[in-house]
């Protein structure tokens, strides 16, 4: 028996909207992975710095680290939108490295 024309209607259209979640969590993983590679090129100049540069270099990576964090709750937040609740996964997939004491 052929599916009432509402429903097969409606199936491109969901397809679609499957599309536009996948497109935007993708995206927004994207984001997370650069702030993360910033904060660990901070954390290498901080590492390597000495003297009054130390100081520039741990402001830069403490707002770098502000931004990695914001960067993955934009992610969690999305997530949830979509239906996934558990975010344990991220702490894999998108370590953070544990905040610098300097």
Not at 7 to 23: G, T, W, Y
Not at 37 to 44: D, I, K
């Amino acid at each position: 028996m052929p599916q009432p024309p509402r429903i097969s209607a409606l199936l491109p259209v969901e397809v679609e909207l499957q599309k536009e979640r996948a497109s935007g969590l993708r995206r927004t993983g994207d984001k997370v992975e650069k702030a993360l590679e910033s904060l660990a090129q901070a954390e290498q100049a901080l590492r390597a710095s000495t003297g009054a540069a130390r100081e520039a270099c741990l402001v830069r990576y403490r707002e770098r680290y502000q931004e990695a964090e914001r960067q993955r709750w934009n992610l969690m937040v999305q997530r949830e939108a979509v239906g996934m609740r558990n975010h344990r996964d991220l702490d894999v997939v998108y370590p953070m490295p544990p905040k610098w004491r300097g």
